[in-house]
């Protein structure tokens, strides 16, 4: 029996690889796999404005909205293959849970779960994010105001974030493990890193791993406009401008409404079914400050790369690409720049970095699978995605992808997320099978 | 709007939300319980239906109606 010691000797080598077969993008920066492949070729920002919020001075709140007419567009080319049920499971859920189902079926299906006799007991969910969808409380809560017994009964299940694992449980008949993972905005991480475990472990095969697009109401948007913490208001009619991780006009993060999800499985279970191999999770770590405010830590940041690294069995020199959680924020930016200065040393100037949230903004609790999904279709399609707004960076020792889509080779990629409240995860993903 | 509109709309919801509903069965005579509907499936009928008739009448008021034709008088006395 393993027992814990001062030093941790989890590793990734332990265990059977845990590999990726399906990848699913549903929101505003694309609905479908093979459109967020074009989107991050092109550098096409999906950043416009969100609708009836405003900054402080009246003028529209930049962000990148999901179109709920997309979603359902979306969810029609997947429900013959769901449960008979899924169409009205989709008509009745909130726009968060309709994303999470578009983004699931489309990775199912690349998976070949549909196909696949596969015991379903033996596949799990988890669902990335906590305080998803406050936007259906906050509607609710106007039915509510106008005679209390109006609010509709289903209120007592929807407004809970495990309504989304109860909506695709039923959709795709899953019947192994199911929860939630929060994390803040390093909830796809973490939920990644979860699910990893399992598959290690062996208590399901297959999991679904879903980052929940986040349905924020005007309560939350105007807390992070109090805190300081959301850019764009000196891009007054330049909404695509507006998000510009690691340049010097950087002012804070804007929200995107972008789900994903990942189907990972153990390798053993993908070779069996001759799905094909995306990529392999190998290693990851999570690891917290151990204060609660809003502000990152380097040193949480360096320990949680590192110990990703010794997990994976991999020298820092092996890492070709980085894919930044890079926000937008001054001090998130500068923070995380430091901490992969003190990581890589030597290596910093062959590293490429960027961060894929100046196309998508800021994803939230989805934000770790959109990144890992935009990380494998990188490596996958041998390319590095521009990274638009970078005209002026912070730092000049750090090799920061450029304007235009550059071709490129990467084996190793680590993906970093970093969450309010100091938490810290990173992940590094192999090109293709172990 | 009278109350063989009100059932028809009941049933084009009924259908909607019990895709294995056998159709020759829905008649007022039925509850929707025996139809197999559950407690948030009946809501969400009762629900449906009024907002097409744009209606706002507090759901624990239906507890007591024992099948479709009480429910369908209902709607018709609240127009």
């Known amino acids: 029996m393993k027992t814990s010691s001062s030093a941790s000797s989890y590793s990734f080598r332990h265990f059977h690889p845990v590999v990726v077969t399906g990848i699913g993008v549903a929101g505003a920066a694309a609905v479908g796999a093979a459109t967020f492949e074009q989107v991050l070729r092109e550098g096409r920002s999906s950043v416009g404005y969100l609708t009836g919020m405003a900054y402080p001075n009246g003028k529209p709140l930049i962000g990148a909205e999901a179109e709920a007419r997309e979603l359902q567009v979306g969810f029609q080319r997947y429900a013959p293959g769901l449960s008979r049920t899924a169409g009205r499971l989709f008509k009745i859920s909130g726009k968060s849970v309709q994303a999470s189902s578009v983004a699931a079926a489309e990775a199912w299906q690349q998976a070949g779960l549909e196909e696949r006799s596969l015991n379903h007991e033996r596949i799990g969910i988890i669902v990335a994010g906590s305080n998803i969808s406050p936007a259906v409380s906050y509607s609710a809560y106007k039915e509510y105001g106008e005679q209390p017994e109006l609010l509709h009964p289903r209120y007592a299940l929807s407004y809970m974030d495990t309504n989304q694992i109860g909506v695709l449980s039923e959709m795709f008949g899953i019947c192994g493990e199911g929860m939630t993972v929060g994390g803040a905005s390093a909830s796809g991480n973490a939920a990644i890193l979860r699910a990893s475990q399992w598959i290690q472990l062996g208590l399901v095969d297959v999991c679904m791993v879903v980052g929940a697009m986040a349905d924020l109401s005007p309560l939350e948007l105007q807390g992070y406009l109090n805190i300081g913490a959301y850019g764009g208001s000196g891009f007054e009619g330049a909404p695509k401008q507006a998000c510009r991780p690691f340049d010097r006009r950087h002012e804070g993060f804007i929200l995107g409404q972008t789900s994903a999800c990942l189907i990972l499985e153990c390798a053993s279970s993908a070779a069996d079914s001759g799905a094909e191999v995306l990529a392999t999770v190998i290693g990851g770590a999570a690891a917290l400050d151990g204060h609660s405010l809003s502000n990152p830590s380097e040193d949480g940041q360096v320990r949680t790369m590192k110990e990703a690294l010794r997990r994976a069995g991999l020298p820092t020199s092996s890492i070709d690409y980085i894919n930044a959680h890079g926000t937008s924020t001054p001090l998130g930016d500068l923070t995380e720049l430091a901490s992969i200065r003190r990581v890589f040393g030597e290596h910093l100037g062959r590293v490429r970095i960027n961060s894929t949230k100046a196309l998508t903004g800021h994803c939230l609790y989805a934000a770790g699978v959109v990144e890992a999904a935009s990380v494998i279709i990188q490596m996958k399609g041998g390319f590095l995605h521009p990274q638009i707004n970078l005209e002026e960076p912070v730092s000049r020792e750090h090799y920061f992808a450029t304007q235009k889509a550059e071709a490129a080779d990467f084996t190793y990629a680590l993906s970093n997320s970093y969450g309010f409240g100091g938490i810290n995860t990173s992940i590094i993903f192999k090109k293709g099978l172990c | ?79």
Do not use: C, H, W
């Not at chain 2, 059932?7 to 056998?22: G, N, S």
């Not at chain 2, 159709?23 to 559950?38: C, I, T």
């Not at chain 2, 948030?40 to 034709?69: Q, Y």
């Open chain 2, 1 to 79: 709007m009278n109350k063989d509109q009100i059932f028809e709309i009941m049933r084009e919801k009924m259908l909607d939300i019990l895709p294995d509903l056998d159709v020759q069965r829905v008649s007022r005579e039925e509850s929707m319980k025996d139809l197999g509907a559950n407690s948030i499936d009946r809501f969400d009928i009762i629900s449906d239906t009024m907002g097409e008739l744009n209606l706002k009448i507090p759901l624990v008021k239906f507890g007591s109606l024992k099948n479709i034709g009480e429910v369908v008088d209902f709607l018709y006395e609240n127009l």
